[in-house]
């Protein structure tokens, strides 16, 4: 088996020591490290074989006139950019077989940069002293595997700092001796799909029906991160089609609010780009999604609130902003290159948007479906259909359009 290659990114100037300790873990598994210094408190180096120059000139900077301009945020953005362009090449030159980030603010935010520039799959570590926060900035919508370090890593790793840090890098070893690359499966056409909770009696269902018809299914949780890894890895022509049951991050990127807008806006837009068979419903558009009761904007605490759980509130739309996620949707359906049906739940769009639910609004549905229709160029196939979302009926009309778009597909 050839020798692996983990690479270890730090700030070399103010964590030298541990980044020496994790380096000893990866000798002693026989594997290859490559340091890359994204300090920038000296320039003289440090033995790296990315130096902080080095990777400031990947960023088409001189590190020595940034640190002299002396704004951090411009210096920690070049480290970022300059590490992913080191990533990416070791990456496409098959000399990266996985990736570990340690660091305190700075550090973190330029360790995460350059690993968002990786493929999926590809085992990435972060230990950070700040990952017991909002983490969403730093990771995206990449697989970034992320460990609270719970001590500072300044100065020679202690007892606390020892367990954390090789617990990180023998996971990470782990990861890269037995873990396996995203592949598309070539004997099988996929299928994206997205969902909620609050629509995942439909997206079991759903998902039954294809596997059924020989269909792979990969099913993104409408969380903001789920739902633009989903667009990029449509972009990447991983998909031959796509149920889009739950665009309910279409709703809170139009509002721009709630904890699950896309981590990259344009919700709706790869499909459209990609020309791949499109069905399209309207799972989960009528509310946002927030965290804790008390993270509600002062503006939406009078609105309808439903908490899912503890950590969860759910906060209803307002019908204005219905029509306004009524006519995004139709222009960027608009824009499909492919085949597109819409299939409307008359009987209500989740669990709470049902006749008797906290968010059931059928003057709401009205205006957002009037914007919608509207909208819509002609010759898109739009249908209402007298179910819940959740019925069996409506989630096997779902699955019988996309395998119908499919088929002619196929024949064309």
Same mark, same amino acid.
């Given at each position: 088996m050839p020798q692996r290659n983990i690479a270890?990114?730090?700030?070399?100037d103010t964590k030298i020591e541990s980044v020496l300790f994790l380096e000893e873990i990866v000798n002693e598994f026989g594997c290859n490290s490559i340091l890359i210094d994204v300090g920038a408190l000296t320039t003289l180096g440090t033995g790296?074989?990315?130096?902080?120059?080095?990777?400031?000139q990947r960023a088409g900077v001189d590190l020595a006139d940034l640190v002299h301009a002396g704004k951090r945020d411009e210096i920690m953005t070049a480290m970022g950019v300059g590490a992913a362009h080191v990533l990416k090449e070791l990456s496409d030159d098959h000399r990266l077989d996985g990736v570990i980030g340690i660091g305190g603010n700075q550090g973190t935010a330029i360790a995460s940069m350059a690993m968002r520039s990786l493929p999926f799959g590809l085992p990435k570590?972060?230990?950070?002293?700040?990952?017991?926060?909002?983490?969403r900035p730093y990771v995206g919508h990449k697989d970034i595997n992320v460990v609270f370090s719970v001590a500072d890593l300044v100065g020679r790793p202690n007892s606390v700092s020892r367990s954390i840090l090789r617990n990180a890098m023998c996971a990470l070893i782990g990861m890269v001796e037995h873990g396996i690359p995203v /592949?598309?499966?070539?004997?099988?056409?996929t299928v994206a799909l997205s969902a909620l909770g609050n629509t995942e009696p439909a997206a079991h269902?759903?998902?039954?029906?294809?596997?059924?018809?020989?269909?792979?299914?990969?099913?993104?949780?409408?969380s903001g991160a789920g739902g633009s890894a989903m667009e990029e890895l449509i972009d990447a022509g991983v998909f031959s089609g796509i149920i889009d049951l739950t665009p309910h991050?279409?709703?809170e990127e139009v509002v721009g609010a709630g904890a699950y807008v896309p981590v990259v806006p344009g919700r709706m837009n790869a499909a459209a780009r990609a020309g791949?068979? +499109?069905?399209?419903?309207?799972?989960?558009?009528?509310?946002?999604?927030?965290?804790?009761?008390?993270?509600?904007? +002062?503006?939406?605490?009078?609105?309808?609130?439903?908490?899912? /759980?503890?950590?969860?509130? /759910?906060?209803?739309?307002?019908?204005?902003?219905?029509?306004e996620i009524g006519k995004t949707m139709a222009a960027r359906i608009n824009e499909s290159r492919g085949p597109v049906t819409i299939l409307v739940p008359k009987r209500g769009w989740s669990t709470y948007g049902s006749e008797g639910g906290a968010f059931y609004d059928p003057k709401g549905y009205q205006i957002?479906?009037?914007?919608?229709?509207?909208g819509l160029k002609p010759g898109i196939d739009y249908q209402e259909l007298d179910f819940h979302i959740n019925d069996t009926s409506f989630a096997d009309s779902c699955a019988d359009a996309l395998l119908a778009q499919l088929s002619e597909d196929i024949k064309r």
């Open positions: 270890i990114i730090s700030t070399l790296a074989e990315y130096s902080n120059n080095d990777v400031a570590f972060l230990v950070s002293t700040v990952a017991s926060g909002n983490m /592949n598309r499966d070539v004997e099988k056409r269902r759903i998902t039954e029906r294809l596997l059924e018809n020989g269909l792979e299914v990969i099913t993104f949780h409408a991050e279409l709703s791949i068979p +499109q069905v399209i419903s309207t799972g989960a558009l009528e509310y946002l999604c927030f965290g804790p009761r008390e993270s509600i904007p +002062q503006s939406m605490r009078k609105r309808k609130i439903y908490m899912h /759980n503890p950590f969860n509130a /759910n906060v209803k739309v307002t019908q204005k902003e219905m029509s957002l479906l009037t914007s919608l229709r509207r």
